[in-house]
């Protein structure tokens, strides 16, 4: 078990974890660590899966799992006072250690999510994928629906496209 905290929203510590819902099975030859079986890690928001392998010269790993967004309240109260329903994220780090590939990306279904106190508005997500990879975010099919309660808006906000970040390299930790 990996215990930690994190910041919340108004500065305060939010406890996170990640635990083994199994044992863990990994192998070692003298230069790769891998996963014999994919590792199922419990978080506050949910399961992951991770699976593949790891050296200095060869990274494979892929993660994928289903996240309560609602579970996930205390990390994301500065943005939303409430958000419900699931969200799929999916993870792949690829390359070697020296020069990693990092392709992240998140499935929205049927989110619901609610601004700041005072706000009485609720917004809607039916559908859409939010992908990172390469230095580049990426926004596909996402629509979002507004509810304030007194009209609700027939034609919902599509969101598309892709920013690019010039000179993008993942933190190695330095």
Do not use: C, H
């Not at 506050?44 to 050296?55: C, D, R």
């Not at 390469?134 to 920013?163: N, W």
């Not at 970040?165 to 190695?172: I, L, N, S, V």
């Amino acid at each position: 078990m990996i215990v930690g905290e994190g910041d919340g929203p108004d500065g305060q510590p939010v406890p996170l974890m990640i635990e083994a819902a199994a044992p863990l099975q990994l192998t070692w030859d003298g230069a790769t660590a891998r996963l014999a079986t994919p590792a199922r890690l419990r978080t506050i928001t949910g399961e992951v899966v991770v699976e593949g392998s790891a050296s200095p010269a060869l990274l494979d790993l892929s993660a994928r799992g289903a996240l309560d967004l609602a579970r996930a309240q205390p990390l994301l109260g500065g943005v939303f006072d409430r958000t419900a329903r699931q969200a799929q994220p999916r993870a792949r780090i690829s390359g070697s250690s020296v020069a990693p590939r990092v392709q992240v990306g998140l499935d929205l279904a049927d989110v619901s999510l609610r601004r700041l106190a005072g706000q009485d508005a609720n917004l809607r997500v039916p559908s859409g994928r939010i992908d990172f990879s390469d230095g580049k975010l990426s926004l596909t099919g996402i629509s979002v629906e507004v509810d304030d309660g007194y009209t609700r808006s027939a034609l919902p906000l599509s969101v598309a496209g892709g920013v690019t970040f010039a000179g993008f390299r993942p933190d190695r930790g330095r």
